[in-house]
């Protein structure tokens, strides 16, 4: 230690000794890079939503600097941060690291965005250790603004860990100590936390990278015989002694196969034009997103099913039931997918089908589509695909039912299904589900997820072919990222193996278990065996005949883990029924969710410290505009604790709310119109200690906490709050009270779309949009100052490599300002003092009100969701039930102004439902 400090002791004076422009700035020479670090002060003209951005470049006349970190520096840096205004008070000088090549002057811009210019000579250090301590402290700095952007950013940190990895490699530094979060991702593949596997997830796709880049993935050929699947508990599921009602169609579905059923065409077409309204993804009804993955459109194309003016007029008239099935949910990556029709009007389906597949067959004749009758399960189906496999639709028909399906493998179940024996409706499963939400209830969506469909997700197959997927697509981005580095730094040569020697890629690079590899084909990468980025392969489509070693262990480890702590895969239902309550567009979804059979022990904390469902509960206040609670257990009793956390509807100041920083956080917390409250005293809020001691409260009750905390004991509640007033009038009229249905957490929102409290939701939202616009912006930036990317080009560098569109989610555009070294990104939204933000849930919620039960063998969710919807011009697109990865499509087309006939909307029913 005493060594290091003596060495950035020397640093700094070197520093300081130097003359005008050199006394900010200093350039050590070395071999392969020499390392540099200058000073400069920010302009007035820099203060604003640029600065916010990491508008900053450094630019060398001859292109000789490379990966800078930049640091902005502030007075008092250190208590801003703590206050959370570190990014409001502008900052009062920037420092930039980097490295460089060659021992001639630099002649160097830094924009901040004001370019200012400097031209420094490199000097010799004066002993090794020297250039080995700026070096040192270059790297540190590096990985300090990687870390900070990884606080931002909403897309995967494949570059970033690509980087790290690779300049490690390449110089020899010792990879940075991992945060906590980071030794977390470390573990991604786990078996406990396999579902992130399932999800694919960020924290899988950085690990990947960073195991391929240090050369710690599975890469020895597949020798050896695909492991046993896990043996799995079967569920308890009797038969019925009397006949069940249930829909044909399920008796056309395979058991594996999740299950989304809408009854008619016309559901159908209500939830697609809901998606339209809300941007195409039902994720965006909450909040706006930063990036655009255009799922629906990609499976639309894919499955060569477009809805024709014939299916919207006469939907329902042609079509008598409709359902999405498939295996996965991968949409990302290229799913097992499909619809699946029971016809009216068999000819008239058929030609419609036909039709689109003929349509879509002449418009990508280019990317080699074909159209042939194949064989399948020795019957004649259609196939239409593509080379790499963004098209691929297989068109089987049994009787009066229709499959269009990603996957050959769903079509071959479909084909070949016994339905009275092996189908999703023969099983006894699939019958209990109907029991319990029967057909009766005329449902507008019924979502089923079998046990089978899960074990599935965890087969030998789906695990194994996973994480090979995983590293195709990982070596894809790595390629990607290789060559522009390496052209970054003037290597001539860009073919595999020479990036290899240079350290670009990894020696393992290529180098996997089933022998497939990255190819190119007219510009564009793809995997040999997969196809492209977001149209793989389905997986249930990829025999896996053999694995690896190390595949063997994996698979071994997951099963391990599950036959121990896991054993049985719960199957879930779910019923979702839509009626009007107004004639002002609102609507009501009830939504009665269930898990059965449920295994309490496999969920842990979770279930052991709920109480049991109770129909006693803590009655909102007046005034209360939001309520949660729930039942926990006593640690030391048998007794059952009520928690509470409500919102008072009363005017927020909106000012006070700002993201970031200890102070700013609680400072938010002392302005909310809230409270926590408990019952029966004492409970835990009671045993919160101040400064060493408990509260004593005084002869009203009201005892004192530091920070503006108060808390009052009244009628057997305990109650917390910052505001002592709220405690006031709201402990009065804290009471118990009896719901009709037992439960061990509920939660009620009433309309916030105009109460006091809406402002401050509106601002909350606006904040969070703001952080992904500015997000994005700092990562074009970023790819052009450490891959040399043309900053203009950054932006298609960066959805290329993603295989995403970046959007701007406070709905501006991204654009380019400036010139030459003073180019940067801005969003048309910034600045803009006309923006009418609004919240993308504040559009359409009007309240929510639901509850939750665990007993008896299954928890079932009860939830009523009051929504007000336009009325957009009725157009198809097939939704994505994304149950594991996100995604979003296009924005809402601008409205035509249309005399559209008044959609019907079913009256309340009360059969067969709960509230």
């Not at 695990?463 to 070596?475: I, N, Q, W």
């Not at 654009?815 to 919240?839: D, H, M, P, Q």
Request: with cysteine; charged share 25%; hydrophobic share 40%.
């Amino acid at each position: 230690m005493r060594i290091w400090l003596a060495l950035l002791g020397m640093v700094a004076m070197m520093l300081a000794s130097a003359s005008a422009h050199a006394a900010e700035a200093v350039a050590i020479s070395g071999q392969p890079f020499g390392v540099g670090q200058i000073t400069v002060s920010f302009q007035k003209a820099d203060f604003g939503d640029p600065v916010d951005s990491n508008s900053f470049a450094i630019h060398e006349t001859d292109n000789r600097i490379f990966y800078p970190a930049f640091e902005k520096q502030r007075v008092l840096g250190f208590l801003q941060r703590l206050a959370g205004i570190d990014g409001v008070t502008p900052p009062q000088r920037l420092t930039v690291y980097f490295l460089f090549t060659g021992n001639e002057p630099l002649n160097i811009t830094v924009s901040t965005p004001t370019p200012q210019t400097f031209r420094i000579t490199p000097t010799p250090p004066p002993h090794e250790s020297m250039l080995t301590a700026m070096e040192l402290l270059w790297w540190r700095k590096y990985h300090e603004a990687f870390r900070e952007q990884k606080e931002w950013a909403n897309y995967p940190m494949v570059m970033e860990t690509y980087l790290t990895a690779m300049l490690s490699r390449r110089l020899g530094l010792p990879m940075p100590p991992l945060s906590k979060s980071e030794m977390e991702d470390q573990d991604a593949f786990s078996p406990d936390q396999s579902v992130f596997v399932l999800m694919n997830s960020d924290k899988v796709r950085a690990a990947e990278m960073r195991s391929v880049m240090m050369d710690q993935s599975i890469t020895s050929p597949a020798d050896l015989p695909t492991p046993r699947p896990i043996n799995w508990t079967d569920i308890i599921a009797p038969r019925p002694a009397s006949e069940v009602p249930i829909e044909p169609l399920a008796k056309a579905v395979p058991p594996d196969c999740f299950y989304v059923r809408f009854g008619k065409l016309s559901n159908y077409l209500w939830l697609n034009k809901l998606l339209e309204e809300n941007g195409g993804d039902l994720g965006m009804m909450i909040a706006a997103r930063g990036v655009k993955l255009g799922l629906n459109e990609v499976v639309q194309k894919q499955l060569a099913l477009k809805q024709s003016e014939l299916s919207e007029l006469f939907g329902d008239a042609v079509v008598a039931d409709v359902a999405l099935i498939g295996r996965d949910a991968y949409t990302r990556e290229g799913a097992a997918i499909g619809m699946i029709f029971q016809a009216k009007q068999n000819d008239l389906l058929a030609n419609d089908i036909n039709k689109n597949r003929k349509d879509s067959l002449r418009l990508n004749k280019k990317l080699g589509a074909k159209l042939e009758t194949i064989k399948v399960a020795g019957q004649e189906i259609s196939a239409l695909t593509t080379p790499d496999n963004t098209i691929r639709s297989f068109y089987a028909r049994r009787g009066d039912f229709h499959l269009v399906t990603t996957s050959r493998t769903i079509a071959e179940q479909f084909i070949t299904l016994n339905a009275d024996t092996d189908s999703l409706g023969a099983t006894a499963e699939f019958l209990q589900a109907r029991m319990r939400l029967p057909l009766s209830r005329e449902d507008t969506i019924f979502c089923y997820m079998s046990s089978q469909f899960f074990q599935g997700l965890y087969s030998p197959q789906y695990r194994v072919e996973l994480r090979r997927r995983l590293r195709a697509t990982t070596e894809i981005e790595l390629l990607k990222l290789a060559r522009a580095a390496a052209m970054n730094e003037g290597l001539p040569d860009l073919k595999d193996e020479t990036l290899i020697a240079h350290g670009f890629l990894p020696t393992s690079y290529g180098r996997r278990p089933d022998g497939s590899h990255v190819v190119e084909i007219d510009g564009k990468l793809q995997d040999s065996l997969r196809g492209a980025p977001g149209n793989f392969l389905p997986i249930a489509d990829v025999a896996v005949t053999s694995v690896n070693l190390e595949e063997a262990r994996d698979f071994e480890r997951v099963r391990e883990f599950h036959v121990s702590h896991w054993s049985q895969m719960d199957p879930l239902m779910a019923g979702i029924y839509r009626f009007k309550l107004d004639d002002k567009g609102t609507e009501r979804l009830t939504i009665d969710a269930r898990m059965t059979p449920f295994v309490e022990e496999k969920y842990g904390m979770l279930t052991d410290r709920l109480g049991p469902p109770v129909k006693r509960q803590i009655v909102p206040a007046p005034g209360d505009v939001a309520m949660m609670q729930f039942v926990l257990k006593g640690d030391f009793d048998n007794q059952l604790y009520h928690y509470a956390v409500g919102l008072q509807d009363v005017p927020f100041p909106v000012d006070s709310y700002a993201s970031g920083g200890l102070l700013n956080t609680l400072r938010m917390m002392q302005s909310t119109p809230g409270y926590l409250t408990a019952w029966p005293k004492p409970g835990l809020i009671d045993r919160i200690p101040v400064l060493g001691r408990l509260a004593t409260p005084d002869q009203y009750g009201y005892s004192q906490f530091p920070f503006g905390l108060w808390r009052r004991e009244y009628n057997g509640f305990s109650t917390l709050s910052f505001h002592r007033e709220i405690l006031q009038y709201v402990t009065p009229q804290l009471a118990l009270g009896e719901d009709e249905h037992s439960a061990q957490a509920r939660i009620h929102i009433g309309d916030i779309s105009d109460a006091n409290v809406t402002p401050l939701a509106n601002a909350m939202a606006q904040s969070w949009a703001k952080r992904g616009s500015l997000s994005n912006v700092r990562f074009f930036e970023e790819i052009s100052a450490q891959l040399g990317v043309p900053v203009d080009k950054s932006k298609d560098f960066a959805e290329n490599l993603l295989a995403v569109e970046f959007v701007c989610p406070l709905d501006g555009k991204y654009e380019t300002v400036g010139e030459g070294a003073g180019e940067r990104w801005i969003s048309t939204a910034w600045g803009n003092k006309k923006l009418e933000f609004e919240a993308n849930f504040l559009k359409w919620f009007r309240g929510l009100n639901a509850r939750v039960s665990m007993g008896e063998g299954q928890v079932v969710l009860n939830a009523e969701i009051d929504m007000w919807r336009e009325k957009p011009e009725p157009t198809l697109k097939l939704p994505t039930f994304n149950f594991f990865g996100g995604g979003a499509a296009k924005p809402k087309a601008e409205k035509k102004p249309t005399k559209e006939k008044a959609e019907e909307i079913p009256p309340p029913v009360t059969q067969g439902q709960e509230f």
